[in-house]
């Protein structure tokens, strides 16, 4: 019975973070249809920026509580920044295929790579007091540090207050007219170009918030962005495009999938999200929460 | 009137300049060998980019025909060059119309993703495989033509001069398909398919099809490699590495056969200069290039040729 | 007028014999001053390997190749450059996979005199055939795959970095001695071939020491995911007395972060094989009783020696404090290790390969990690000894207890034996 409420606990804290990253991706493509390959960038910058600004923070003894807040900011700051900076030069490319899109934000993703490089070095950046400050817990007979606990609750959190944004707020209710018809809300004086724009901080800033949350409990190093990539398009494809249930869907499967096979099959965690995936677009072509189609003839 | 395509006497006249220049460039031959190979399964990727579908797996058949290669020369001994070529070929296809029977009902991210999950699971299972080296993979035992040994020995021209040709019959055959009635539905699938359906053609069977051919040429690039690096890993299968492939394709441009196989020696020699001139900063090199072409060259390289022989 | 065209002829052949005899320095200088001796450097200078290992290494790789140009700095090594001539770097970043790799070998092969690289055992198999192909002197320095000489014999390669083998059959001796009561062990590696190599070897290697250890859990997180919760977990539950793990950079440090504050440091005992690269900036998140090896005797484990003392106080003069890692070691042992073969065939020029091979082939040579022999590989392979310790903090400090020095022969395989053999048939000599 311990190891299954391991299972589930282990599950959830990783679906947490699997979708705490996934969720601006989804947004983003929901909204713009760009499918945003640098996305794993931006991740990676919120995890340097926040590595930076706590590492600062405490280095000039400032309580060590308000480091959370200090991760927060510094997410929030690498989205205001970088997210309209990449944003206004996307705009030249819209209209266009969505491959070609696509290809931009590698594109893009190679330049941060570097650019992160230049600005940060190659050296690892730790950043693990917040980790270690809330304490342990024992459950099931293990040991999880608060701070994966709370983990779970940043993931409930930045999804609701997303969807509350989108169902009750007037902003919201527009933004659900911008992603369903584009062209007929420009007609009805929607400013789509603002809406895209705050569209793409917003997702920016969660892909950022991602990384600073991830920061304290790794050590930050060159190359942390590529595997959040393909994790992040594998949760979002499992759960359908654009659609944020699905891909908190998508995120509680892998998590809890990998769980499992982790703590009785580990040879095939190499396979999991693969499989999962393969089998989701096997039985439902178009992921879970796919939006209807429509067909024109 | 006719059209007359001139596509294969072009590919022709290349086949000539290449083999003739070769023996005077030794330098370069191995990067254009290389680019040849790389050059094929782009030249796949590019007949299902016409018919709207971006494949990010295309690394899997490579993989596979790479890795059929090394197993039949290291494990069964096989030399001949044609020999190892041709199965990495058929090996490709035979699985790429297994997975086509699936893949073809997919289109958009839907179908690159899954195109995506295979090729990664493939790669799951090859670095679970310690009998073929795991990650480390394995080299390839030098092949022979004709009695003599042409890769793994100093002498670059044999491979390169085989590269040549293997690469001008394969875009010839292709050219010559995509200029028959099934060839030509690509654009037509890709600008609405239920059109075509009315029109009596079966979508997914020409699906089908062109996704068999993107698979050989694939498998076939993958011999090609396997035999002129000599090494193989399971790092071909990878989505970094069919990431590339589907860069290469846009930067060649989906206008013609020759494009991807000039898409593919710029993009080596782009990168063998930013690894030789920037090595701390290749990846910024690269992604700007990259940027560059797609903003003023947004059908690609070939446009501008494209451009060029219509003022003529 | 006489006497001046009488004078100015003199004055006349004087210049023109001054000028001559100017021309002549000019010209023979060069040729007896020596032409600089060009190296190629291929390590990690992007990417995950880059912080641990690339770049530890280019930095050593500069620091030895400045003093040695300068000449009479090096304990040991009086002569400047290689036998006078004057060694030149350039470095090729090893990123962007096998296949990239080898086709920047060749490139780089045209360019250079010979090559010292290689970090990535795949980059290591891969290029290996082709240095003997291209002809070019090609020194691996720190890849630990043994395949490189146990599935083929090669003439222009030497590797002057000892095998992983003897970091995992080192860890399990030591584990033997040290916990002579264990009974189940897990192990955490990365899943591709070093972590399922080094597991392979630690396991097979314990079964011969301890016939009824068992394995409680092996987990096999990918390579890079930074993300080890429930391999934690895992491991918390499966109650082992041991844990092995291989991991290197990033992972084994999000390893340390994540695993010690829910305990499992003080649950099992942790061997960590790649563990040094990380103590200097981690080490005081690392708990006391954990293993760390540092592939070789390097860094901590160093001898004190005149060159190694000059070693670190000229990295870390350079480089802000920051003491040289295991990665620095080896790739000033395979600069010094080719200074030696070189000097010893007294070559006058990279013409002169064939008697740096004939040289290089057997020799022993004194490292900053002690002496090092080319006792594999028919000559070409290098052998050490293993150092291994456990981690002990003193007040602030961090400090190495119980330190286990291995012979060579212990850890080694002999010659034409594939590592994989001799640990099954129990270390036979």
């Known amino acids: ?297 | ?312 | 007028m006489q006497m001046q065209g009488n004078t100015s002829h003199v004055i006349r052949a004087l210049s023109f014999t001054f000028c001559l005899v100017l021309i002549l320095i000019l010209v023979v200088t060069p040729t007896v001053a020596q032409q600089p001796v060009r190296v190629g450097v291929v390590t990690f200078l992007s990417g995950a390997a880059a912080g641990p290992f690339g770049v530890p290494a280019k930095q050593a790789a500069e620091v030895v190749v400045e003093a040695l140009n300068s000449g009479g700095k090096v304990p040991g090594y009086p002569l400047k450059g290689l036998n006078g001539a004057p060694i030149e770097l350039v470095f090729v970043d090893e990123a962007g996979g096998t296949t990239k790799q080898v086709t920047e070998y060749r490139n780089l092969a045209q360019r250079v005199d010979l090559i010292i690289g290689y970090i990535s055992s795949g980059d290591c198999l891969a290029v290996a055939p082709v240095a003997d192909e291209l002809k070019k002197l090609t020194i691996f320095f720190d890849c630990g795959t043994p395949r490189v000489f146990e599935d083929a014999s090669y003439k222009y390669l030497f590797r002057t970095g000892a095998t992983a083998t003897m970091d995992n059959v080192a860890a399990a001796l030591y584990l033997a001695d040290a916990k002579p009561g264990l009974k189940k062990v897990a192990g955490i590696n990365q899943n591709y071939a070093w972590g399922q190599d080094s597991w392979n070897d630690f396991i097979a290697a314990m079964k011969v020491l301890k016939t009824n250890v068992e394995v409680a859990t092996a987990q096999w997180p990918q390579l890079l995911s930074g993300q080890y919760g429930a391999e934690i977990s895992a491991l918390l539950s499966s109650g082992a007395d041991v844990v092995h793990s291989s991991f290197w950079g990033g992972d084994m440090e999000a390893l340390v972060l994540q695993a010690s504050p829910r305990g499992l440091f003080k649950k099992s005992t942790v061997v960590l094989t790649c563990g040094e690269t990380g103590m200097y900036k981690l080490g005081n998140q690392v708990p006391d009783g954990t293993i760390i090896s540092a592939r070789g005797p390097f860094d901590m484990y160093a001898p004190d020696t005149e060159l190694n003392r000059w070693f670190r106080k000229a990295y870390m003069d350079k480089f802000g404090g920051v003491p040289p890692s295991y990665p620095s070691y080896k790739m000033a042992q395979a600069l010094l290790g080719l200074k030696s073969a070189w000097e010893k065939a007294k070559a006058k020029s990279p013409a002169d390969v064939d008697k740096v091979i004939a040289s290089f082939e057997h020799l022993s040579f004194e490292g900053p990690g002690g002496k090092v022999t080319m006792g594999l590989g028919k000559g070409h392979q290098a052998v050490q000894g293993m150092v291994i310790g456990t981690v002990k903090h003193e007040g602030s400090n961090v400090t190495y207890v119980n330190i286990k020095h291995y012979p060579a022969d212990k850890v080694t395989p002999p010659d034409g034996v594939k590592a994989e053999d001799w640990i099954k048939s129990g270390f036979k000599k």
């Open chain 1, 1 to 297: 019975m311990n190891e299954f409420l391991a299972v589930l606990v282990d599950g959830l804290i990783y679906s947490s973070w699997l979708f705490v990253i996934a969720l601006g991706l989804t947004l983003i493509y929901g909204v713009m249809k760009i499918l945003n390959m640098a996305h794993g960038s931006f991740y990676a910058l919120g995890a340097y920026a926040a590595a930076s600004m706590v590492g600062y923070w405490l280095n000039h003894g400032h309580a060590a509580m308000a480091s959370y807040g200090v991760l927060v900011v510094a997410a929030v700051l690498v989205g205001l920044i970088a997210g309209p900076l990449v944003e206004r030069g996307l705009r030249f490319m819209y209209g266009r295929d969505e491959m070609v899109l696509l290809l931009v934000t590698y594109a893009l993703f190679l330049i941060l790579e570097d650019v992160i490089k230049l600005i940060w070095g190659v050296n690892p950046y730790f950043v693990s007091e917040p980790y270690g400050l809330l304490g342990t817990l024992d459950f099931a007979g293990l040991t999880y540090p608060y701070y994966n606990l709370i983990l779970i609750g940043v993931a409930v959190l930045a999804g609701g207050a997303v969807t509350l944004v989108l169902q009750y707020t007037r902003q919201g209710k527009l933004l659900l007219a911008v992603i369903h018809d584009r062209e007929v809300s420009v007609a009805m004086g929607i400013n789509v170009s603002r809406f895209y724009l705050v569209t793409f901080t917003i997702g920016t800033a969660l892909a950022a918030i991602g990384g600073a949350v991830t920061a304290p409990t790794v050590s930050v190093v060159p190359g942390m962005g590529v595997e959040v990539i393909v994790l992040a398009f594998a949760v979002v494809v499992i759960g359908g495009l654009g659609s944020l249930q699905g891909a908190a869907l998508g995120a509680l499967i892998v998590g809890l999938v990998r769980s499992a096979a982790v703590h009785y099959l580990p040879q095939v965690e190499l396979f999991c999200i693969y499989t999962v995936m393969a089998l989701v677009l096997i039985f439902r072509p178009k992921g879970l929460f796919a939006a209807a189609d429509v067909r024109k003839i």
């Open chain 2, 1 to 312: 009137m006719t059209h007359t395509d001139k596509t294969p006497f072009i590919l022709l006249g290349a086949l000539v300049v290449l083999l003739a220049l070769g023996p005077f460039l030794p330098k370069w031959l191995f990067l254009l060998t290389m680019s040849l190979g790389k050059g094929l399964v782009v030249l796949g990727l590019v007949v299902l980019l016409r018919t709207g579908l971006v494949s990010f797996g295309q690394g899997l058949y490579y993989c596979v025909g790479a890795y059929a290669v090394g197993s039949l020369s290291q494990f069964a001994s096989v030399k001949n060059a044609l020999l190892l070529l041709l199965a990495g070929t058929v090996v490709a296809a035979i699985l790429a119309t297994i997975l086509g029977f699936l893949l073809a009902n997919y289109r958009g991210i839907f179908f690159a993703m899954l195109t995506l999950a295979f090729s990664m699971i493939v790669y799951g299972l090859l670095v679970k495989t310690s009998a073929l080296g795991s990650t480390d993979g394995f080299n390839v035992a030098p092949a022979s033509l004709l009695g003599k040994v042409i890769s793994g020995q100093g002498n670059q021209y044999p491979m390169f001069a085989l590269a040549c040709i293997v690469a001008f019959v394969a875009a010839v055959l292709t050219n010559s398909y995509l200029w028959t009635a099934l060839g030509q539905l690509s654009s037509a699938i890709r600008d609405n398919e239920i059109r075509v359906e009315y029109m009596g053609a079966s979508v997914r069977s020409a699906i089908h099809t062109k996704y068999v051919l993107a698979g050989a040429l694939a498998g076939l690039g993958g011999a090609v490699t396997a035999l002129t690096i000599g090494h193989i890993d399971p790092e071909m299968a990878y989505w970094t590495t069919s990431g590339e492939f589907v860069f290469v394709a846009i930067l060649g441009g989906t206008g013609s056969v020759i494009a991807p196989f000039l898409g593919a020696i710029i993009f080596e020699f782009i990168r063998t200069y930013a690894y030789q001139y920037s090595p701390n900063t290749w990846q910024l090199v690269l992604g700007t290039a990259m940027l560059l072409v797609i903003i003023f060259l947004p059908a690609g390289l070939w446009s501008v040729f494209a451009r060029l022989r219509r003022r003529a």
